[in-house]
């Protein structure tokens, strides 16, 4: 079936660091794929996706691109800041169906 | 536009109590879906309703657990008599139609606690 793997947090970086969250997934033909972001007590909300392999989907300084060789769809920032301390979702969804699948989320934690 | 709406944000129930959770989606959304979240784990599906309509519970658990979306007012998750096991944060998202490439909104969640 289809599945999510993202790596384990929590991630610790000193502000201005570079940031990378790996995602692998597991999934028949071609699912779309979604980071999400959940800033504390807040709701989740949609950061990028990507739809088709080698897309890039970037948003606030964040990218991921879609790798249909190595199934995965790896979360980058180039120079993080205390702000973008957050749970990270990776997430997919298969051309047939409606539902999104999970990851376990990453938690990141930016000290200045 | 306001987004989804849930309600309550939190909510303590003790063991055998019934719990309602609410949600409001997006004007312009007829598509609900309600997420489930334990503790230290992913989202994990549970329900896709239309207006009126159950498309997919294949997610839910089937004793205690249920589901609606009525014409009118907000689409409401019911749990009764909750156990401890319920205790988790409960998301609902809508959107405008069920296609792959469709964003989905989700609201804030509802954090229940079964004392």
């Known amino acids: 079936g289809n599945s999510v793997t993202q790596m384990e947090g929590p991630v610790t970086l000193s502000e201005e660091a570079f940031l990378t969250i790996n995602c692998t997934y597991t999934?028949?033909?071609?699912?779309?794929l979604f980071w999400y972001v959940q800033y504390p007590g807040e709701g989740l909300q949609l950061l990028l996706k990507?739809?088709?392999a080698d897309d890039k989907g970037s948003n606030k300084g964040f990218e991921a691109t879609y790798r249909k060789e190595t199934t995965s769809f790896h979360l980058e920032k180039g120079s993080v800041q205390v702000s973008d301390s957050a749970v990270y979702f990776c997430?997919?969804?298969?051309?047939?169906?409606?539902?999104?699948?999970w990851g376990a989320g990453t938690k990141l934690i930016i000290k200045p | 536009n306001a987004g989804v709406m849930q309600n309550p944000r939190h909510l303590v129930r003790r063991r055998g109590q019934e719990a309602r959770l609410r949600c409001s989606p997006m004007?312009?959304?007829?598509?609900v879906y309600w997420y489930r979240q334990l503790p230290e784990e992913g989202l994990k599906f549970m329900v896709y309703?239309?207006?009126?309509?159950?498309?997919?519970e294949s997610g839910m658990p089937k004793e205690r657990f249920s589901a609606e979306f009525p014409k009118e007012g907000p689409s409401i998750l019911r749990i009764q008599q909750v156990v401890r096991g319920d205790s988790a944060a409960y998301f609902c998202?809508?959107?405008?139609?069920?296609?792959?490439?469709?964003?989905?909104?989700f609201g804030q969640g509802t954090r229940l606690t079964v004392v």
């Open positions: 990507a739809t088709k």
């Open positions: 004007k312009g959304h007829s598509h």
């Open positions: 998202a809508s959107s405008p139609d069920q296609g792959s490439n469709t964003e989905a909104f």
């Open positions: 997430a997919l969804r298969a051309r047939s169906n409606y539902q999104l699948i």
């Open positions: 309703l239309q207006k009126e309509n159950i498309i997919d």
């Open positions: 999934a028949t033909g071609y699912p779309s």
